[in-house]
C-alpha cells in the first residue's frame, strides 16, 4: 500500500512543502512562503506550521508522517538544531519537532523527522536520484555554501555530534589566489570556494561584467562564453573542490561520487578542472574506477530524502 508524507525544506530565503508518496512521487505542487531567517525561531517555527497545515488540507487526511530538511547540525534523533552558520536568526537551540507538535493538534502522534538539509539531498539523490542504483554514494552540493554527505545503503551517516559532512565550515589553507583568509586562521572551505566567493573574486579580478548584478550563475555563464577572469575564478574553486574531494574518497572509498548545487555543471570549466584535479590526487586504481555523476533531482532532492526519513521513522517500506 502506498503512503504519503509531508516533506519540508527549509531553506536560508525560502520554505518549500510538498505531499510525496511512499514510491517516491510528488503528489502535489510545491507549497511555498519566504523564511523569516531574520525574525527568530518563533517566526520560523509558525511558518513552518503553516506550511504543513497547508498540505495537511490537500490531502485531507493525516499523512504517515512528516519529514523535514533543514538548515545547520540537526540532532536528527531529536529534532533539535545543534549548529547553525547563523543565516537564520536563533536558530540554535530550535526543537522542531516539539515546536510542531505545540502549532499542530491534528500531528500529536504522526512520525516528525528531522535532518539537515544536505543529509535529506543525499538520501533523496540515494533513494531515487542519481545514485539509486549504487550502495554507497558520497555527495556534495556546491552552492551558497558547500554541504556534503555520505550514504551507505540509504542510510546517510550522522556522525557522533551530527557534524558529519559539514565540509563548508573546515578551515583549510590555500596557497593559490584568489583567496581570503580570516584573521589568523584560514577560512572556511566555502569562504574560498563556494558560489558567493566565486562572485567575490571575479568582482575583485575587476572582471568584464564585474556589477553589483553580477551572481555565481553570471560568473559561469560568462566562463563559458570565454571570458578569461571567469575562467581563471572557475577553474581555481573547481581545483580546490577536487583536492577536498580527494580526500573523502580516499577515507570512505564510496562507490559513487555526486555533485549537486547551483554551481556544478558538467561540462563546465569548473567540472573539468574539478574532475581533473580529483583524478590526479587519486591512486591509479581509484582513479581508474572513479564514477563522478552529477545530482538528477534538483531542488526535488531534499523534499524527498526528508520524506524518505519520515517513512522510515514511521515503519513504511518506501520503494
Known sequence: MVATAIAVDIGGTK???????????QLSEKITAPTPSQIGR?????????LIGRAYDLLGDVPAGIGIGAAGAIDAERGVVVHSSGTILNWVGTDIVHGLRERLEWAQAVPIKVINDANAHAVGESWIGAAKDARSMLMVAVGTGIGCAFCLDGTVLEGAHHMAGEIGMARISFADEPRVEDGQLPAKF???SAGPAMV???RQANGPAA??????QLVMDLAAEGDPVALDVTRALGRRLGEVVSWYV??????VIVLGGGVSR???????AMETRLRELLPAYLEQS????RAQLGNNAALLGAAREAFRLAGVTAS
Open 190 to 192: 566555502e569562504q574560498n
Open 250 to 255: 580516499m577515507m570512505l572509498d564510496p562507490e
Open 200 to 202: 567575490n573574486f571575479y
Open 290 to 293: 572513479l564514477d563522478l555523476r
Open 266 to 272: 558538467v561540462g563546465s570549466a569548473w567540472w573539468e
Open 15 to 25: 520554505m518549500a512543502a510538498a505531499l510525496i508518496s511512499s514510491s517516491g512521487q
Open 211 to 216: 556589477t553589483d548584478e553580477v551572481r555565481r
Open 42 to 50: 518563533d517566526a520560523i517555527l509558525d511558518t513552518l506550521a503553516q
